[in-house]
């Protein structure tokens, strides 16, 4: 019993092995996911600088409070980048559009996700 146990035993771990190998081929090495992971931080800085072009000369536009105006900038320095996209959003909505209704909806659903956030 024991000897079939060994032989099914050997029988079963060579193909697992080669499938190890053949997944280690394919995915790559963690070589080269560090190397990609380096990459990341760059592009994620660069939306950022983007975004934040979109933001600071609405925001500086329509808040006259300078202490308020820093806080709001405080805060937005700290959101994620799925919140920062939105507020670009609408801030472009807000130069585009001038002093309109929407603008002023706009504007309040920015100031709703800042203080949220």
């Known amino acids: 019993m024991r000897k079939k146990t060994i032989k099914s035993l050997r029988f079963i771990s060579a193909p697992i092995f080669f ?9 790559g ?3 080269q996911a560090v190397e990609t ?5 760059i592009v994620r800085e660069l939306s950022l600088n983007v975004e934040m072009l979109k933001i600071l000369p609405v925001l500086e536009d329509k808040i006259g409070d300078k202490k308020l105006l820093e806080r709001s900038k ?3 320095y700290t959101m ?4 920062l996209h ?9 130069s585009g559009e001038g002093q309109t209704v929407s603008s002023d909806i706009a ?5 709703a996700l800042i203080v949220l956030s």
């Open 19 to 27: 499938l190890l190998c053949a997944l280690l081929l394919v995915c």
């Open 29 to 31: 090495s963690p070589a």
């Open 74 to 76: 405080e805060k937005i």
């Open 80 to 83: 994620d980048g799925h919140e």
């Open 107 to 111: 504007f309040l659903l920015v100031t």
């Open 37 to 41: 992971a380096q990459k990341h931080p």
């Open 86 to 94: 939105l507020v670009a959003d609408l801030c472009e909505k807000i």
